[in-house]
């Protein structure tokens, strides 16, 4: 069975910061990652989707990269400000989608 | 992006009773509609997976008798949590996805609350 794992579970930073969340997988067999960001009591919000085939993908401050070999993908947020704060999830789908436990980050004015 | 509307977003109801929530595709045809929860400061557990026309496939320990997943249609699944007790208050999202592939779309969430 996929496990889905993401380190650290919380982070703290002062803003303007550069970071990296990651998230590894044991089963390479995957169609997709997915990062996620949910805000306290809130839904999902997609942020980047990362087919198999590709290495990365970006979005203004955010850049994910996928190493599908290893098992692992990390999610860069540039230059941090307070609204990034919240908690970040990645998801791989298999046959199902398996949700990391997430990362809790708190970006400090 | 395409569109997935939960509803409701919130309700609170006595235990003993059914509750209802909706997940519609708004902007495309969803052949598989996922259905999770999530507990306090958890990570989202699945609960079941649907395709449209035919019976939903529970994850282990989730009672299939207690969480009724319809779907009927390529545009709406239904998650009815039948007589609830305080144990099932939790945060509920769906998703759907067009193919197994392709990128999943999430509900908003549905938040409820038994007491």
């Known amino acids: 069975k996929q496990e889905v794992t993401q380190i650290p579970a919380a982070l703290s930073v002062p803003e303007g910061e550069n970071l990296v969340l990651n998230c590894s997988f044991t089963?390479?067999?995957?169609?997709?990652l997915q990062w996620f960001r949910q805000d306290p009591g809130k839904g999902l919000t997609s942020l980047l989707l990362i087919q198999s085939s590709q290495r990365e993908q970006t979005s203004g401050r955010l850049n994910a990269s996928l190493d599908k070999s290893s098992g692992r993908s990390t999610l860069y947020i540039a230059a941090s400000q307070p609204g990034d704060s919240a908690t970040y999830l990645c998801a791989v789908a298999g046959n199902q989608f398996y949700f990391g436990t997430g990362t809790s980050l708190t970006v400090i004015p | 992006g395409a569109v997935v509307s939960q509803h409701p977003s919130w309700v609170i109801c006595k235990s003993g009773t059914s509750v209802k929530i909706e997940c519609r595709s708004l902007d495309f045809q969803a052949t598989t509609m996922f259905w999770y929860r999530q507990f306090p400061k958890q990570s989202l557990m699945l609960m079941a997976t649907s395709n449209e026309g035919s019976k939903a496939t529970y994850e282990q320990g989730v009672e299939k008798d207690k969480f009724l997943i319809n779907h009927a249609s390529l545009t709406l699944s239904t998650l009815t949590v039948t007589s609830a007790h305080p144990e099932d208050s939790s945060f509920y999202i769906c998703s759907a996805t067009a193919g197994a592939n392709t990128e999943a779309f999430f509900g908003q969430g549905t938040r409820l609350t038994v007491v």
């Open positions: 089963d390479s067999a995957i169609y997709n």
